[in-house]
């Protein structure tokens, strides 16, 4: 296992073993698998949450549970820029139906509540919001955070999904940026 990569010329260490993303995971399946909601669409958000939802649904044990995926992106470089893009990838009604959101990290909040307005606008029965990765000191918003595998201080982190100017989602480990 590489403890140290370089992407872009930035140094990242290793934060958050597969083995520990993988017991997280689990964590939070369970805690899912517990709410018994009834017929779930779980819509994972890409690209970053690729990853989590794929090894997710695979210990979701809720009856007639589909996923789906969306897209949007808020993020250029290491900062969040505050911007986000539109909602693609939802063909044919969810009216009524029980919306779990997985996210692979929750920063500012921002794609979160623009994701949120616009599934509300679907008329959906329910939402729940399910996160690999929590930064609270940089949540900016009052929407409640279902499911949470970890909270983590402000770093800027990449693997298992996410990446640094779209490089690093490979990584099977979760790296955090070296200051
Ligand atoms: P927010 O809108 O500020 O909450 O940011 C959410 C999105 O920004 C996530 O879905 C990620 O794609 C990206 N993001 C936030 N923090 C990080 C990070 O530490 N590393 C990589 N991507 C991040
Ligand atoms: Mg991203």
């Known amino acids: 296992m590489k403890n140290e990569v370089y992407i872009h010329k930035k140094k990242f260490e290793v934060f958050i073993k597969d083995n520990e993303i993988a ?7 369970n805690k ?14 890409l690209n970053g949450s690729f990853l989590f939802a794929a090894d997710i649904i695979r210990k979701i044990n809720i009856l007639n549970s589909e996923i789906s995926f969306i897209k949007l ?4 470089g290491t900062n969040s820029t505050g911007k986000v893009q539109k909602l693609l990838g939802i063909n044919g009604s969810i009216s009524g ?11 500012t909040g921002t794609t979160l509540e623009k994701i949120m307005n616009l599934l509300q606008k679907e008329n959906v029965a329910s939402i729940k919001v399910a996160t690999l ?5 940089a949540y900016k918003k009052d929407i409640k955070i ?11 982190v990449v693997g298992y999904g996410l990446d640094y100017d779209e490089i690093g989602r490979n990584l099977p480990h979760i790296y955090k940026l070296k200051t």
Request: net charge negative; no cysteine.
């Open 146 to 156: 279902n499911f949470i595998g970890k909270s983590i201080p402000n770093d800027f």
């Open 32 to 45: 899912l698998n517990k709410t018994k909601i009834k017929n779930p669409l779980f819509i994972a958000i």
């Open 23 to 29: 017991n997280i995971v689990e964590e939070i399946a």
């Open 97 to 107: 139906r029980n919306i779990i959101i997985l996210e692979d990290i929750i920063d």
């Open 133 to 137: 990765l929590f930064k609270p000191d």
């Open 73 to 76: 992106s808020s993020y250029l």
